[in-house]
């Protein structure tokens, strides 16, 4: 498909470029970017009031295919990424069976190329065999196959000396550590995070603690090793401290965040909504604001929707029976452009290039980017649009979020991908 965007505000954060013009797209290629360009023989996508930028890219989500398909397989996962925006998204190994082998990557690279969205996927594998946490699973293998990250999400790490180990390897391969720092002895049976507002419900804690003192052992461990790791959903004022102050010291670490942790707090709990029920948990004001601030400074890198979708039979029970997880994909840009943009925290340049342009970098993956010559994966927004979320709608097979029934700022119109509209709302 040729095509043809039409006077829309493009935003391009890699480039500098800011302004209203046209995006012409050629054999499935960013072509020419101008004022009034020549839209004869192609199909024109007019954008007028709206915003053109690189498609969303998601560091880290989970997609449930192979093995619970009765939550979200690769043919639903990615059509509700599309229409949330995103073009590429990175799904985490806690499969059935887990994505610990080459046999697995490549089913879940075939099986989205042929029956997917359109949207790219890349299957992130795991560091140890099973997810156990005991021996190092087959990361040259599965970097043969396609894996871009390995890790255990879902799971810590336990042994130090398995992450020692796995950095190493994985650097050999070209290939990085994405961390789920976890001490699981100081979560013990909490179900939310601690303070007043578990004290008031009566539901056992989750302390900081639990997050920060395995955020402190994996950059002291990336620091000892010179290697590189990468730090999943950061919820805590102390973490984002810990991440700003390894910065600093030159440690090769990088962060996220995602969209309820800068939008939510555990106040959202009050009522036992299940659907409010995460990992890590939703946290105090006090560490809403100071994620909002490293996003800001730079001190964590990118947005994550970590779209964890649910049947409704694991989420409508009590709160501490309930599984942990928000599907996010179909609500990540209107409400981080409402918590961030809206509220005078971020432009709407930073924003994309926290959900685009850096997660593209990171990853060492295509997109991110509206340069010419680029491939032509492209979101088109109006973040003027009020969205009243609605989860009945969502095309996820996963409804679970606390976001429904309220209203944001920020709509995805149109998703892009190799120059191909595959969605449109």
């Known amino acids: 498909m040729n095509l043809l965007i039409r006077g829309g505000r493009v935003i391009d954060p890699c480039s500098g470029v800011d302004a209203v013009l046209d995006v012409l797209v050629q054999d499935g290629k960013v072509a020419r970017i101008g004022e009034r360009l020549d839209a004869e023989g192609v199909t024109v996508l007019h954008a007028a009031g709206k915003v053109v930028a690189p498609g969303f890219i998601d560091m880290h989500c989970h997609l449930r295919d192979p093995g619970q398909e009765y939550k979200e397989d690769l043919i639903s996962g990615t059509r509700a990424a599309a229409r949330g925006g995103f073009t590429a998204v990175c799904c985490m190994p806690n499969t059935h069976p887990v994505n610990d082998n080459a046999a697995v990557t490549r089913y879940?690279?075939?099986?989205?190329?042929?029956?997917?969205?359109?949207?790219?996927?890349?299957?992130?594998?795991?560091?140890?065999?099973?997810?156990?946490?005991?021996?190092?699973?087959?990361?040259?293998?599965?970097?043969?196959?396609?894996?871009?990250?390995?890790?255990?999400?879902?799971?810590?790490?336990?042994?130090?000396?398995?992450?020692?180990?796995?950095?190493?390897?994985?650097?050999?391969?070209?290939?990085?550590?994405?961390?789920?720092?976890?001490?699981?002895?100081?979560?013990?049976?909490?179900?939310?995070?601690e303070g007043f507002i578990s004290t008031?419900?009566?539901?056992?804690?989750?302390?900081?603690?639990?997050?920060e003192v395995m955020i402190a052992r994996d950059i002291l461990v990336a620091e000892a090793e010179g290697k590189r790791i990468h730090l999943c959903h950061v919820s805590t004022r102390g973490g984002v401290q810990l991440v700003r102050e390894a910065k600093a010291r030159g440690v090769r670490v990088t962060a996220e965040t995602a969209p309820h942790y800068i939008a939510a707090t555990d106040e959202w709990?009050?009522?036992?909504?299940?659907?409010?029920?995460?990992?890590?948990?939703?946290?105090?004001?006090?560490?809403?604001?100071?994620?909002?601030?490293?996003?800001?400074?730079?001190?964590?890198?990118?947005?994550?929707?970590?779209?964890?979708?649910?049947?409704?039979?694991?989420?409508?029970?009590?709160?501490?029976?309930?599984?942990?997880?928000?599907?996010?994909?179909?609500?990540?840009?209107?409400?981080?452009?409402t918590a961030l943009v809206r509220a005078g925290h971020m432009t709407l340049g930073g924003l994309i290039e926290k959900m685009s342009t850096a997660p593209a970098r990171l990853l060492g993956v295509p997109g991110g980017t509206l340069s010419v010559g680029a491939p032509a994966d492209i979101v088109v927004l109006d973040p003027d649009r009020e969205v009243t979320v609605d989860a009945s709608r969502f095309i996820s097979r996963g409804h679970n979020t606390p976001f429904d029934g309220k209203t944001y700022f920020g709509a995805v119109c149109a998703t892009i991908v190799g120059g191909r509209i595959i969605d449109q709302a």
């Open 269 to 337: 709990v009050l009522g036992y909504d299940s659907n409010c029920r995460v990992n890590p948990p939703l946290r105090e004001e006090a560490d809403r604001q100071a994620c909002i601030a490293g996003l800001m400074d730079g001190t964590l890198d990118a947005i994550a929707t970590d779209h964890a979708p649910h049947h409704q039979d694991e989420k409508r029970v009590e709160f501490h029976l309930a599984k942990s997880g928000i599907s996010g994909f179909e609500t990540a840009f209107c409400v981080s452009h």
């Open 108 to 193: 879940i690279i075939e099986k989205a190329q042929t029956q997917g969205s359109g949207v790219h996927v890349y299957p992130v594998g795991a560091v140890s065999k099973g997810r156990e946490g005991r021996e190092m699973a087959e990361i040259g293998r599965m970097k043969q196959a396609g894996i871009v990250a390995v890790s255990d999400d879902g799971r810590p790490v336990t042994h130090a000396n398995l992450l020692r180990l796995a950095m190493q390897y994985a650097d050999h391969f070209g290939v990085f550590i994405m961390s789920h720092s976890e001490d699981v002895d100081l979560v013990g049976d909490g179900v939310m995070h």
């Open 200 to 211: 008031q419900l009566g539901l056992p804690g989750i302390t900081r603690a639990a997050e």
